[in-house]
């Protein structure tokens, strides 16, 4: 599914400011198989140019154990992915995988055991959890809703978020756009525990949305100005190129270039950075995800591209250190 080399090679570019530091807090791992994208294929990625030193694992539901306890079969992701970040610091020209945010269902009355035996099983990596919280009935979503609706104002759920604070463990959100408003109420209700907004809350652009990005934009915006007034939140800019934003890249006979990802989507970053400030906002890549459209030389130099006229200081917020902050790496 990933394969797509021959595809994304249309497309090159100089890198952009080759020495600028950069951390990815946001990637997956998939064994050998259908969605194949592993280690080596996270090396060729990070070593294509950019000066990419950390990254940051990101809970995708691959490696799970195959038996044992139903609720701790999540932690063979922890084992995989730990096992994979050993290796990369074997390479020690290239990015290491310095931090992993595992799965866990927050709402578990076994939800200390699990962290603890992530917290084993991860060697000193574990930085956060993310339980995948995007709901949508929309049937035309290439990647499926995974989550019942109203998760996030559960009552068991909300117990899980105020344990990862305790434990200094933060919460990475996955949603979609219209479940801004339930995620304020989250964060507001508890703002012990760090949140993350994962890929500026998921704008979706196809199905029923796909006539109506400019006020999905408007309301979205409206959002980001209150999620943003909260102190323990922060966002990632990026995963903006899933086929369910609407861009409809992935389709066309040429990946995007810099310029074209700049000129379509730089409206959602100004503004998200414009918010939050650069002292809590991170770029992320979202590979391989973002991989069905895009390459990853030419998305780290449209990051750069949005970011020219910044301060030194802020683009080094921006590139590696608000991640590397928020994620203890």
């Not at 539901?61 to 044992?68: I, K, M, Q, T, V």
């Not at 899980?160 to 408003?181: C, K, M, N």
Request: charged share 25%.
């Amino acid at each position: 599914m990933f394969n797509n080399n021959e595809w994304l090679n249309q497309v090159t570019e100089v890198v952009i400011d080759p020495e600028r530091e950069i951390v990815d807090p946001h990637h997956h791992l998939w064994p050998p198989g259908p969605l194949r994208y592993d280690l080596p294929e996270l090396l060729a990625d990070t070593d294509g140019g950019h000066n990419v030193t950390q990254t940051v694992f990101i809970e995708c539901g691959a490696s799970y154990l195959n038996d044992g306890p139903e609720h701790l079969r999540c932690v063979g992701e922890t084992r995989y992915v730990a096992a994979a970040a050993e290796t990369s610091k074997l390479h020690s020209e290239k990015a290491t995988i310095a931090g992993i945010v595992a799965h866990a269902d927050l709402r578990s009355d076994s939800l200390e055991e699990i962290l603890d035996a992530h917290e084993e099983a991860a060697g000193g990596l574990l930085k956060g959890i993310r339980h995948q919280a995007a709901s949508d009935s929309t049937p035309d979503l290439a990647i499926p809703a995974p989550a019942t609706p109203k998760l996030l104002m559960c009552e068991d759920f909300r117990r899980g978020i105020t344990q990862l604070g305790e434990r200094q463990l933060s919460f990475d959100a996955w949603i979609y756009h219209h479940q801004l408003p339930e995620l304020i109420e989250l964060a507001k209700a508890i703002p012990t525990t760090t949140i993350v907004l994962d890929h500026f809350g998921t704008p979706l652009g196809v199905g029923p949305y796909e006539t109506k990005k400019s006020e999905i934009f408007k309301q979205w915006k409206k959002d980001v100005i209150q999620l943003a007034e909260l102190p323990n939140t922060y966002a990632k800019l990026g995963g903006l190129a899933m086929p369910d934003n609407g861009y409809g890249w992935h389709t066309q006979a040429m990946p995007p270039s810099s310029d074209e990802i700049v000129a379509s989507q730089r409206h959602y970053y100004d503004f998200t950075i414009e918010c939050f400030g650069p002292s809590r906002c991170m770029f992320e890549s979202n590979f391989p995800v973002d991989r069905l459209s895009l390459g990853y030389r030419v998305l780290w130099n449209a990051f750069k591209k949005m970011t020219a006229s910044f301060s030194d200081s802020e683009k080094d917020k921006l590139f590696s250190g608000v991640a590397r902050r928020v994620y203890r790496l």
